[in-house]
């Protein structure tokens, strides 16, 4: 089945840098787009950043953009988000999800992965 495995998260300073990796299996990588979210303590999983199939396409929420980049290399079945000049209200677990992972003629519904902490804190 499709298989997400964030890393890179760690505990930053305010006004720091992470960037987060995404290693994903299970389906055609090169030909799914794909997507950041993330979740703070409290509130609800909200959706960060997109990235078409080939990455020439990226696609932002107001509040990181600017400061975070999406990026991807499909020859390592790797998603990235680059997160600059980090505020406390990033803190949360960061996930990447396939908007629609498929093989061949089959697809699969997405499923979230463990997720990386990021914390942003002074």
């Known amino acids: 089945q499709v298989q997400l495995v964030e890393s890179g998260g760690g505990l930053v300073q305010p006004g720091g840098s992470l960037r987060l990796s995404c290693v994903a299996s299970g389906f055609t990588f090169s030909t799914s787009a794909m997507s950041w979210y993330r979740q703070a303590p409290g509130k609800e999983r909200e959706l960060v950043a997109r990235i078409t199939s080939a990455g020439g396409s990226t696609n932002y929420v107001d509040f990181v953009k600017g400061r975070f980049t999406i990026s991807r290399d499909n020859a390592r079945n790797t998603v990235y988000l680059q997160l600059n000049s980090l505020k406390p209200e990033d803190t949360a677990v960061y996930y990447c999800?396939?908007?629609?992972?498929?093989?061949?003629?089959?697809?699969?519904?997405?499923?979230w992965g463990q997720g990386t902490q990021v914390t942003v804190s002074s």
């Open positions: 999800l396939a908007v629609r992972p498929c093989s061949g003629l089959v697809c699969y519904t997405p499923s």
